[in-house]
Each structure stands twice: as structure tokens, then as C-alpha cells.
């Protein structure tokens, strides 16, 4: 098995456990970590045993999405060229989870934000403690919505409640998300793990050609227009990081005041 110095891996049967381990920084999400997620999704391609995984975040929180203090993590690389590839590794790590072969269920405690809200969303179901909420904070600092989440989200809640969420940048607990389908399942927080094993376990129990073959097709079906529609993310995210409304927003957010946009 291999050692990953941001998640913990543990098997019981056909179920494992993957853990968002970095509970100092709320889960929060830099350039290794999500190297790591990517690699143990990636892992499970030539695991024929395990049928069902579940995700979750050690300590109070899922994740709080993209890690702000480090610059990223990235490789120190100035040019463009190589920004942009180390711009799309939280689009592989999605992508990467989004595509497993087990059945995938996010154990949804506290905050899933940015980042950490678009890997809830990649997985196949969420089972969501009575803490949880949801919050997409990128456009209050001036940037659109990275690592192809927004046709995740849109295909969960439909177009005005994404506009909500993204646009609006709302903040939606643990009732709402049950109301609107984001997540699956609303338990206390004490019994969020053990619920989590039980779909799991569920899941395991069936027939895995046919359950793997099945969620492909149903995510080919919802998502067949996703990549083609999404593919610039990453150069939108680049761009818009550039404009003086950007700097105007982190101004804002770290003065603790209203900023003033000028479209510029």
C-alpha cells in the first residue's frame, strides 16, 4: 500500500476509507495533497477487491477547499505554459475520483468549500452530517469556479440554484442540502461514518460488473457535454486572477470591507 503524507488509507473488505488528513488547515487543499488524491483514485484501477470507497475529512471539517497561505505548492516554474499544467492538478484530482470504477460516497462532515464542495460533488452519493454546508467563495475574491465542478453542481440542483451557489456565492446547510439533492442522506454528526459504511457496505454487496458498468453510463448520460462546455476553465480562472477587480476583491477580503467593482 502506498504512504501518503496527506491522506490516510484504511481497507475493511470490499469498503475503504479515504481521509482528507491535514485537519490543522481545515483540509484545506494545495498543490500535493491533491497529487495524492489524484494518485490513490488512480490506485483503485488495479483494485478488483475493494467495490465502494468513502471520502471524508479528518477532524471538523470535509475541506475548506483550496489552500490560500502556501501559493499553491505548484512547481516554482514562472512560465505560462507550465502555470497552466499546474493550474489543472485539482481538475485531475477530480476528474480522477469522478471517473473511479468502485462506487464512491463522500462522509460529508462540516465545511466542503471551493475545492472540497467540487470533490463532494464528483462522488456518487454524499451522506452529509447535521453540520455540514456548502460554499463555492470564489466569487468574492474575484474568480470563477475551477476543476470542472460547475457541471457537477449544476447536475445535482439545476441552473438557478448553481447560479445561487456560484454567482451568489450563498452559503447552504445541512437541511437545504438535503431539500435541494445535494446530499443523499442527513444524519447526526456521531453517526455520519457509521451510515457512510452502511451505503457502502450496501453498495459492495452488489454485483460489481454490473453496478460499475451502470454508474458509467449514467455518468456518460448526464455528463456528456460537460468537457466540451468546460474546457477553459483553468484560462478563465488565469485571466480573471489578472484583472483589477481581482486585486480589488482580495483587498476587500482581507480589509474586512465592501470592495468596488469596475469591471476592469
Known amino acids: 500500500m502506498a504512504e501518503y503524507e496527506h491522506l490516510q488509507v484504511a481497507r475493511d473488505g470490499a469498503v475503504a476509507t479515504v481521509t482528507f488528513n491535514r485537519p490543522h488547515k481545515a483540509n484545506a487543499l494545495h498543490h500535493a495533497h491533491l497529487a495524492e488524491i489524484e494518485a490513490v483514485a488512480l490506485s483503485f484501477r488495479d483494485d478488483g477487491d475493494t467495490r465502494a470507497v468513502i471520502f471524508t475529512g479528518a477532524g471538523k ?93 449544476l447536475h445535482l440542483v439545476g441552473p438557478a440554484r448553481t447560479k445561487r451557489l456560484v454567482a451568489g456565492g450563498e452559503r447552504a446547510y445541512a437541511n437545504t442540502l438535503l431539500e435541494w439533492g445535494v446530499i443523499d442522506d442527513l444524519v447526526p454528526r456521531a453517526e455520519l461514518m457509521d451510515t457512510a459504511r452502511e451505503w457502502a457496505t450496501r453498495y459492495a454487496a452488489k454485483s460489481p460488473i454490473a453496478a460499475q458498468m451502470i454508474k458509467q453510463s449514467v455518468d456518460a448520460l448526464a455528463g456528456s457535454m460537460d468537457r466540451a462546455v468546460m474546457h477553459m476553465d483553468v484560462d478563465q480562472n488565469i485571466l480573471s486572477a489578472t484583472t483589477e477587480d481581482r486585486a480589488e476583491a482580495i483587498r476587500a477580503y482581507l480589509a474586512k470591507a465592501e470592495p468596488s467593482f469596475k469591471g476592469n
Open 61 to 153: 471539517h470535509f475541506s475548506s477547499g483550496a489552500d490560500l497561505t502556501d501559493g499553491g505548492g505548484g512547481p516554482a516554474d514562472p512560465r505560462l505554459v507550465m502555470r497552466r499544467r499546474s493550474a489543472r492538478i485539482g481538475e485531475r484530482a477530480t476528474l480522477a475520483v469522478h471517473e473511479m470504477d468502485q462506487i464512491t460516497i463522500a462522509a460529508w462532515n462540516g465545511a466542503a468549500m471551493g475545492g472540497g464542495a467540487v470533490l463532494a460533488t464528483a462522488m456518487d452519493f454524499r451522506i452529509g452530517a447535521d453540520d455540514c454546508f456548502m460554499q463555492y467563495p470564489e466569487i468574492d475574491i474575484g474568480v470563477n469556479l475551477m476543476w470542472k465542478g460547475l457541471p457537477l453542481l
